[in-house]
Nanobody, 116 residues
Framework: QVQLVESGGGWVQPGGSLRLSCAAS????????MRWFRQAPGKERELVAV???????NYADSVKGRFTISRDNSKNTVYLQMNSLKPEDPAVYYC??????????WGQGTQVTVSS
C-alpha cells in the first residue's frame, strides 16, 4: 500500500533554512507527480509546491524564490528545500500523492516552526 513518510521539520529562526524529505513506497514513484502542502492552525491546507514527472515544478506565489522542490527517483524521495523562512511559514507540512482513480494520499506531516 502507499506510504508517505515526511521528515526534516523542526525549529528555525526567521531567515533560516530547513530541508524536508518524503520517503515514498507502495507505488511506482517515477510515474507520479508529487506535492507538498502545508496547514497552519486555523487555516485551510494549501498547496506549496509540485514536482511533475517530466521535471517541471510549480510553486505557490508565497514561496516562489525561497522554496525548491526536487525529487530523487532512485530513492523514491521528494524534497522541499526551504530558505529564507518567514514568520508566516510555520505549519505542518504534508507530502501528497494523487494516485490512480484520483485517490489522494497523505503522509503524517512534519511540523515547521519559525520564531526568534
Amino acid at each position: 500500500q502507499v506510504q508517505l513518510v515526511e521528515s526534516g521539520g523542526g525549529w528555525v529562526q526567521p531567515g533560516g533554512s530547513l530541508r524536508l524529505s518524503c520517503a515514498a513506497s507502495g507505488f511506482t514513484f517515477s510515474r507520479y507527480a508529487m506535492r507538498w502542502f502545508r496547514q497552519a492552525p486555523g487555516k485551510e491546507r494549501e498547496l506549496v509546491a509540485v514536482s511533475s514527472t517530466g521535471g517541471s515544478t510549480n510553486y505557490a506565489d508565497s514561496v516562489k524564490g525561497r522554496f525548491t522542490i526536487s525529487r530523487d527517483n532512485s530513492k523514491n524521495t521528494v524534497y522541499l528545500q526551504m530558505n529564507s523562512l518567514k514568520p508566516e511559514d510555520p505549519a505542518v507540512y504534508y507530502c501528497n500523492l494523487i494516485g490512480d482513480y484520483s485517490t489522494w494520499y497523505w503522509g503524517q506531516g512534519t511540523q515547521v516552526t519559525v520564531s526568534s
